[in-house]
């Protein structure tokens, strides 16, 4: 997962905003993802947005993707401690279901 | 609509020996790949089958191999396991309009300790 950059931690006060940042490599990807690991459970898909997208709203969540400085984000609205997690972004390359993926950012909620 | 399913959850092997882990798709999928995650390397693919076909390989040694079956099932071996295969194995599956967009579904993952 070299290719995909995310910052390793981040933590923030309950009912508060998060945001997760990633930068990726590939500017032929065509989709990019971003996953949620819960302690000891497989990766849950949470979001993608299609490339010549600049933003997916989907209820709390909202991805902002920055195309020409390869930069995806994703928000959290009013984040919950069920939130707590480890959140993984991920772009296909060449294939679609051959993803890169980041080294993931462990979000921390305090209550 | 049951969710993909990994057998055996965890594992404890010892060195040289092999391992074989199965996984069960979503039914109707018959895309299933394969990741490995580990502290230190993450999240990396491995393979991935349709119909029965390999038709991706990520950068791993010919120790590790897979298969797939016409009922969609896989099955992913080690042999001659090494200290450093210790790792989360996990199998996804995609198929139908989640096929379109490359979403992936995955299971809870095999746990494997090679002692």
């Known amino acids: 997962g070299e290719d995909v950059e995310q910052s390793l931690f981040l933590s923030v006060r309950e009912g508060d905003s998060s945001v997760i940042n990633c930068t990726y490599t590939d500017s032929s990807s065509t989709y990019l993802y971003w996953y949620k690991q819960e302690p000891g459970a497989g990766l849950q898909l949470l979001t993608y947005i299609f490339s010549n997208m600049d933003m997916k709203q989907d209820q709390r969540l909202t991805v902002l993707l920055n195309k020409k400085d390869k930069h995806l984000s994703l928000r959290i609205a009013d984040t919950q401690t069920g939130d707590s997690a480890i959140y993984f972004c991920a772009e296909n390359k060449g294939s679609a279901r051959q993803l890169t993926f980041g080294s993931g950012t462990q979000l921390t909620v305090l209550p | 609509k049951a969710g993909v399913t990994q057998t055996p959850r965890y594992l404890i092997k010892t060195r040289g020996q092999q391992v074989t882990l199965s996984c069960s798709p979503i039914?109707?999928?018959?895309?299933v790949s394969w990741y490995q995650q580990t502290p230190g390397q993450g999240l990396q693919f491995l393979f991935e089958y349709f119909s029965e076909t390999q038709r991706n390989k990520g950068n791993f040694p010919g120790r590790f191999s897979g298969r797939q079956f016409s009922n969609s099932r896989s099955e992913m071996n080690v042999s001659t396991l090494e200290l450093g295969d210790s790792a989360l194995y996990l199998c996804a599956s995609s198929g139908g309009t989640s096929g379109l967009t490359g979403e992936l579904f995955f299971g809870e993952g095999s746990r494997l300790t090679v002692l």
């Open positions: 039914s109707g999928h018959r895309s």
